[in-house]
């Protein structure tokens, strides 16, 4: 029966886009194309300023403050941070990051690189995976001071050649979803090793995952209402050598508010999995053990949706012609300094929004989208590409205008 228990939390916030914005692009002129003025143009700031203060004030800071004390109780947790809330946090909110980085000193949370952007990189080129985990791992180093040896890729997204380029990047464990239809008659509970490579796989257990993530706050669920001693005896009950438990961070205080007792429940967790015999470790702690077995993934997976694959933002047509337009104008904004900028428009989200899923799946996807449908989404990003497309297109004739007059 499981002795460990891993737990892993994903804070990520994007920077999302403003609507409607193609005209203004259209209307730079010269100078005035730049990345200050460009992102001023396309990034709704003011609304990501206003919800990243929300989720700060009832997730990030209440969480992290309780982790402090929790962490003399043998608490430990993994957290990726993502590029895209780091570069927020520095502009509005710093003193999260000053949390942050008391508890990595303290070694109560370990650092996981991902995708600096939480982009669909790994889509687009093997080139540009590499980039963007690398520009993590330094990011991680430079402001924590830790150089990550686990890893994910965005949303967890897994298949065999990606685990490959983690590798290569430094990874030594790699985190991503225990899929019924890869495991087969397996256990998502025991460690795994990957064809070609000598990362160790550590799956999420998403049943015991949801139950937080999902069903916490639930009142019709017949495990209503879920205490911390009920969850550790689970944990403690399941088959195998470890449990991972992966969760949005935002789960505390912003998914399910304070008033569902769901800052209790994480309270008594350490308290309770000491008396169930369960100890919270970092999935770091397992990169030198022996794995049980090897799984072949060839195809796309993820934490994502019922499907739990690449649909949920390569699914329909729309998506993926947002994404191979965004691609489309890579080189170009990489040549006129706007690297930064093309970066952000391959954040997942812009892609997740456009989703015209369905059912459980379709709730999700419309819990988090800030437009009315896909094809709203769909259009925002269009604006973004065409309008910037439009903007560098004014600079080249300024350009030529001036050499004909010399």
């Known amino acids: 029966m499981v002795r460990k228990m891993i737990l892993f939390l994903e804070m990520h916030q994007p920077r999302r886009l403003r609507y409607g914005v193609l005209d203004k692009l259209c209307d730079l002129r010269g100078d005035e194309v730049n990345e200050s003025t460009i992102t001023s143009i396309i990034f709704n700031d ?3 300023r206003e919800i990243l203060n929300r989720v700060a004030d009832r997730s990030y800071i209440p969480t992290l403050e309780l982790m402090k004390d929790l962490g003399n109780d043998g608490f430990r947790a993994a957290i990726s941070i993502s590029g895209s809330l780091i570069d927020q946090l520095l502009m509005w909110r710093p003193e999260v990051i000053d ?4 508890l990595v000193k303290r070694d109560v949370i370990e650092l996981v690189t991902e995708p600096y952007h939480h982009s669909l990189a790994s889509f687009v080129s093997g080139d540009l995976f590499l980039e963007e985990l690398r520009d993590h791992v330094e990011m991680n180093k430079s402001l924590f001071g830790q150089t990550p040896i686990v890893f994910e890729n965005t949303e967890f997204l897994y298949r065999n050649d990606w ?32 064809p070609n490579s000598r ?25 209503w209402p879920l205490t911390a001693d009920k969850y550790m005896a689970w944990v403690r009950a399941t088959p195998g050598d470890f449990v991972l438990v992966g969760l949005d961070f935002e789960t505390f205080g912003e998914h399910h508010w304070r008033e569902s007792g769901i800052f209790e429940f994480l ?22 053990e022996e794995p049980i077995d090897y799984l072949d993934i060839p195809s796309v997976i993820s934490w994502a949706d019922v499907e739990k694959d690449g649909s949920a933002w390569q699914g329909n047509d729309l998506q993926r012609i947002a994404l191979n337009h965004v691609v489309s104008i890579g080189n170009l904004m990489r ?11 391959l954040t997942s989200d812009h892609y997740y929004y456009m989703s015209m899923k369905h059912g459980p799946s379709g709730e999700v996807h ?41």
Request: proline letters at 3%.
């Open 46 to 48: 003011e609304v990501n």
């Open 99 to 102: 949390l942050l980085k008391e």
């Open 163 to 194: 685990g490959i380029l983690m590798e290569k990047a430094g990874a030594s464990v790699v985190l991503t979803e225990g899929v019924d239809w890869v495991l087969g008659w397996r256990s998502p509970t025991y460690l795994y090793g990957a």
């Open 267 to 288: 309270a008594w967790l350490p308290k309770e999995a000491r008396r169930a015999d369960v100890e919270f470790v970092h999935p770091s702690s397992l990169a030198n």
């Open 199 to 223: 990362i160790k796989l550590l799956l999420r257990h998403y049943r015991l995952s949801d139950d937080i993530g999902f069903r916490f706050s639930n009142r019709s669920w017949d495990q």
């Open 335 to 345: 040549s006129h300094g706007l690297e930064k900028t093309w970066k952000y428009l």
């Open 366 to 406: 419309s819990y988090f989208n800030p437009y009315n449908s896909a094809l709203a989404a769909f259009r925002a990003i269009e604006d973004v590409v065409v309008g910037i497309t439009c903007a560098l297109a004014n600079v080249g004739m300024k350009r030529v205008k001036s050499r004909a007059v010399k």
